[in-house]
């Protein structure tokens, strides 16, 4: 389980515990998985950053980046994608391995 700001959620993610607003109405539940309009309704009710769900076993957790599977190639075609990519911030990094996973190797 990672937390992600909304601004920073991608389709196809999954919400790791039910989001609810101030007064602890649920606005989705978890397992969810979140759309473009998930976001937008999440920035509408103030909220600024959710548990999403990992693949990673924590118990399984290497020292090593997550990033490490990509080829240097695909990784900075990747990278290309991103303004001000960071490589020392987490959120892009988990960010950046998703879409790996998720997108054709040919882009």
């Known amino acids: 389980m990672a937390k992600i700001k909304v601004e920073h959620l ?3 993610m999954v919400a790791a515990a039910d989001i609810k ?3 602890g109405m649920l606005l989705l ?3 969810c998985e979140l759309t473009d309009r998930h976001a937008q309704i999440l920035k ?3 909220i600024a950053e959710i548990a999403i769900e990992s693949d990673e076993d924590p118990s399984e957790a290497s020292e090593s980046s997550p ?3 990509i080829s240097p190639d695909r990784l900075t075609a990747l990278k290309q994608r991103f ?3 960071d490589d020392q911030n987490p959120i892009h990094l988990e960010i950046l391995r998703l879409l790996a ?3 054709p190797s040919d882009t």
Do not use: C, E, Y
């Open 83 to 85: 303004w001000q990519f």
């Open 29 to 31: 539940p978890a397992g």
């Open 10 to 12: 991608l389709p196809g």
């Open 67 to 69: 990033l490490a599977p």
């Open 101 to 103: 996973r998720r997108s």
């Open 21 to 23: 607003n101030l007064d």
């Open 44 to 46: 509408t009710w103030g």
